[in-house]
């Protein structure tokens, strides 16, 4: 049993990896409904995930999620501290918190461009999360955590990428690597940055260089000139004191 979880839960991270770029370490945001459930199935978060799921995993959370467990009281005391233990991760409800589903869930709209994993038994939440695409949803049942299998939405999705239909946010930052590497392209600034190099001129410490080098070659010249101008004056004088025999 435990091995076919372990290979569903292998297949479906390559999934996500794959079409989603999804990377370790692996963050997973928990909501106070999983760490109440953990709490009860006396299960060691920090051990399992990443034995789960076979990479380096970061837990983390958000103050939305820390606030409405404060708020519920002492029920929850014990998964408020496992929450408290997680990373908190920036939500854009500084100033007025939300309840933890709607802020968790807003943490992975739009293609999900930090690859958060949400970890909820919240049944709302989870429905919630499956209709975005790309989103690997984990919780637990029978006191054991699980991947959830890759969501309809995520699957057709993926479909549609492949069918050219539609390019993904993953797709996208590696077509726009691959044109930086091949410098097809340019950023104006870069681009301003070069022309203004030229203008400033050459390095001088390059221009001592060029100065001595010149130096150098130009002495030869002028000593094969001094030659030249002896050989020419013997000749004149030859020719000089030949007139002058003549004479
Ligand atoms: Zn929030």
Known sequence: MKITRQKHAKKHLGFFRNNFGVREPYQILLDGTFCQAALRGRIQLREQFPRYLMGETQLC????VLKELETLGKDLYGAKLIAQKCQVRNCPHFKNPVSGSECLLSMVEDGNPHHYFVATQDQNLSVKVKKQPGVPLMFIIQNTMVLDKPSPKTISFVKAVESGQLVSGHEKQSITQLKEEQGLLKNPEQKRRKKRKKI????????LKKKKKAQDTKSTPSEKKRKRKRIRNRCTSKLLSEKQNAE
């Not at 959370?61 to 939305?64: E, L």
């Not at 400033?200 to 221009?207: A, K, Q, R």
């Open 61 to 64: 959370t958000t103050r939305c």
């Open 200 to 207: 400033s001129g050459p390095n001088p410490l390059s221009c």
